[in-house]
């Protein structure tokens, strides 16, 4: 469960990303809602954009700070 509220997400084939407040980047399974990763370290700024690859393979983000 995300600490801080979600400000983006995006989903991809079973899978959700969501972006927070704290700048935290968290990647979910979309059928059980277990947390699968979490990269706290990324942004230094809220996230505000996420978008996954065509392929889904990968998970762009962005942030206030451009």
Do not use: K, M, Q, Y
């Not at 600490?3 to 079973?14: I, K, R």
């Not at 706290?40 to 996230?47: I, K, T, Y």
């Not at 954009?49 to 762009?60: E, H, I, N, R």
């Amino acid at each position: 469960r995300p600490s801080s509220s979600a400000t983006a997400s995006a989903t991809a084939p079973l899978i959700l990303a969501t972006g927070g407040a704290d700048g935290g980047v968290r990647i979910w399974d979309g059928r059980t809602g277990v947390l699968l990763s979490s990269n706290n370290s990324e942004h230094r700024a809220r996230v505000n954009a996420l978008v996954w690859s065509v392929d889904g393979g990968v998970c762009f983000t962005g942030d206030g700070e451009g």
